[in-house]
């Protein structure tokens, strides 16, 4: 390596550091808060906690009821999960086959991307009711079992795959069923991890399918909690930065673990072709 290419490198490597450290500044900073309580106005702010302690996250813990707050998103994140793998895959793989009017189809799903959920609430709302799904975990889980964004990742994944493995495959005699659970869903780890990824952290972060849809308060949220909770202790600040750190952290776990695999997921037949 030439000194003109290491200085290249080192430069690169330092303006990466730079965009991260700016980045990561703000949830430094709220957990910061949460663990000291001090007065964010302060100036000159310091820089490193003073005196950190958890009495803000207890005061969380037991002020409101948090755990049923957490075991509810955990339970609606899980259900939409679990809808988002199988019926993306299904639908994915669906649209890798050869059939008239496939292109219409793809044409339909791509611009149903540019309707926001706030347009087709309303109906969503009415369909749950019929459906008698209201104030129930698989009510709060339903608009969020299926998005065409990961059924499109799906896809792209499952036509990277080789087709002569397909073709061994139902010259073996395997259904079409068979060959996604036994050929493509092995296949197609990165895939999976991204849906994991986006459709948890989605279901985690959703707030106002839920505030619609739920009438007793012990099937809310932690978004929800989190606005209850704010009401309830408006004036103190390590409190409330306490409560944002728990919210963030299960997403945050959920990608660092399924990092690697995420992101080859997104570029997946990106180079195809």
């Not at 750190?245 to 990092?259: E, K, S």
Request: aromatic share 10%; charged share 10%; glycine share 4%.
């Amino acid at each position: 390596m030439t000194r003109r290419a290491r200085i290249l490198l080192v430069l690169r490597h330092a303006i990466l550091v730079a965009i991260a450290v700016a980045m990561l500044t703000p949830f430094y900073w709220v957990l910061k808060t949460a663990l000291t309580g001090e007065n964010i106005y302060a100036y000159p702010p310091s820089i490193l906690p003073v005196h950190p302690h958890l009495y803000n996250f207890v005061d969380v813990w037991y002020l409101i009821p948090f755990p049923r707050y957490l075991l509810n998103s955990i339970i609606v994140s899980l259900l939409s999960v679990a809808g988002n793998l199988v019926l993306n895959s299904i639908a994915a793989y669906a649209l890798t086959l050869p059939f008239r009017g496939r292109r219409v189809v793809l044409l339909l799903l791509l611009s149903c991307t540019l309707v926001p959920f706030q347009a087709t609430i309303i109906p969503a709302y009415l369909i749950t009711a019929r459906l008698g799904l209201l104030n129930s975990y698989l009510g709060l889980a339903l608009p969020l079992m299926s998005t065409i964004v990961c059924i499109f990742i799906f896809k792209a994944t499952f036509e990277s795959v080789p087709r002569s493995l397909i073709d061994a495959a139902r010259i073996d005699g395997l259904g079409d069923l068979r060959i996604l659970t036994r050929v493509l869903l092995p296949l197609s780890t990165p895939a999976i991890a991204t849906n994991v990824v986006l459709a948890f952290i989605w279901s985690w972060n959703n707030f106002l399918w839920p505030l619609i849809i739920t009438r007793d308060a012990n099937m809310q949220t932690l978004p929800l909690g989190l606005a209850r909770f704010l009401s309830y202790m408006e004036d103190t600040t390590g409190a409330l930065y306490a409560f944002v750190c728990m919210v963030l952290a299960p997403g945050l776990l959920v990608f660092l673990m399924a990092q690697s695999s995420f992101m080859r997921g997104l570029t997946a037949g990106a180079t195809k072709g």
